[in-house]
């Protein structure tokens, strides 16, 4: 019980900060997806930030967001948790990211390793945080179950946000914010 109010205190302390700083770095691939990406995505990889040498994969995913078999890894190249990986072709992405991160609570790195996730169209950047990965199984879910990506998207993400009680925010991107 006290690891899951820990959890939910990051998270809420994280959507408050992140809500009032997130960046708008959409290069406008957000109106469904279907341009094929082939090209360079970065991002970073955030719950406190991600340390330098934490992995991360992007896998490339169809339209239904199945896997396409195509895979791409890398890792951070710093202590804030920025990737880089080139020659992404696809047109949905998968990015699971694991390793240690700063601590915020304690002041320290971590004592394991986290897991995030996020899905995406194949933008040329993306976050992966705590929220994309509240939101990455429902995004999946609707998607599978007839709707758009852009659709089940800000579905999915209104839906976390009425869920940890802090409104209903169509505005808000996951993959944009960052810490």
Known sequence: MRRFLTLSMSVMAF??????????DNDGGEGGGEKQHNGMISGVTQKGQFLKGS???IYALDKTLS???LSYPTQTTDDMGSFTITNVN???IDIK????YYNENRQQ???STINLQAVSSANSKVNVNLLTTLAYNRIKYLVANGSSFVDAQSRAQIEVLTALGLGNSSSANFIDMNI
């Open 97 to 100: 990211a694991n390793g240690y």
């Open 67 to 69: 896997a396409s078999g």
């Open 15 to 24: 959507m408050s900060f992140a809500l009032s700083s997130c960046s708008s």
């Open 109 to 111: 790195t971590s004592e």
């Open 90 to 92: 696809a047109n949905y």
């Open 55 to 57: 992995s991360v994969t």
